[in-house]
């Protein structure tokens, strides 16, 4: 989906791939594999991006999260993120 979608389309929905100059960008409103998002903010990092903060989910949240997806992509990305995670 395009960096610009429609108001509309936000409100209809929970889970968003957004495709950016940067790559793309998953924004989620229901994540399987995580109990709450009370959970998940509590273990987040903040991390700087330019003029604003954001909380980034930890590591084994995150591997739990792609594992729970079972999508393709997510499957794939499970080395690296446990590769990253031994080095931690």
């Known amino acids: 989906m395009p960096a610009s979608a429609p108001v509309r389309t936000l409100r209809a929905g929970q889970n968003f791939t957004f495709t950016t100059k940067y790559g793309d960008l998953d924004l989620l ?16 990092r903040r991390l700087k991006l330019g003029k604003r903060t954001v909380l980034v ?14 999508r393709p992509k997510d499957l794939r ?12």
Request: proline letters at 2%; glycine letters at 8%.
């Open 77 to 88: 990305a499970l080395d690296d993120l446990e590769a990253m995670r031994r080095l931690k």
């Open 57 to 70: 989910a930890e590591i084994e949240d995150l591997i739990a999260m792609k594992a729970a997806a079972s």
């Open 29 to 44: 409103g229901q994540v399987d594999g995580v109990p709450t998002y009370q959970r998940l903010r509590k273990g987040a």
